[in-house]
């Protein structure tokens, strides 16, 4: 069977791309050793094959990307969901994916508010040899990053997919 691979270098503004065929998207170039390409607007679909995102994506301009990764069949993607998310709004469509990567986030959140509201109610006190103020500055930047990753992805409850 036919395949395409997309690779990007490069400050990339905006990028579109359909397929029909199982789709890679990767690094190439200069950007395999700087880690990732600069992108400031994805939208990537495939119908009819797996759609494969070998690359973490980093925006161009900060607070205003967005990213679409969305296949009629699987999606692989090798960025967590939170790194995503704290960079761009966030589609992503596949067949493999499911509801409980979003509540698996929901749920690391609650945690992370608990222990840091527990830490602040009994070891809060500078004089207190249990204080640690790296710690609860630490728990305060997890919750930050979730919450604003939670607050950029979008889960679709649908079965197919046009281009």
């Not at 692989?76 to 704290?86: I, K, P, W």
């Amino acid at each position: 069977m036919r395949s395409l691979k997309l690779s990007l270098t490069g400050n990339l503004y905006e990028v579109s791309m359909r397929s029909k065929v199982p789709t890679t998207l990767a690094v190439e170039g200069e950007n395999r050793s700087r880690g990732s390409p600069f992108l400031q607007h994805g939208d990537f679909r495939v119908t009819g094959g797996d759609l494969s995102a070998q690359v973490s994506f980093s925006p161009v301009f900060s607070g205003s990307g967005t990213l679409v990764l969305a296949t009629d069949q699987n999606l692989y993607h090798s960025t967590s969901l939170t790194d995503l998310a704290s960079t761009y709004q966030v589609l992503l469509m596949g067949n493999n994916l499911e509801s409980s990567e979003i509540s698996n986030l929901n749920n690391q959140l609650n945690n992370l508010r608990y222990e840091y509201t527990s830490y602040n109610n009994n070891y809060n006190d500078p004089n207190s040899n249990l204080y640690d103020p790296t710690y609860i500055s630490n728990l305060s930047t997890q919750i930050t990053k979730l919450e604003s990753a939670l607050n950029n992805l979008y889960a679709l409850d649908a079965t197919s997919l046009a281009a």
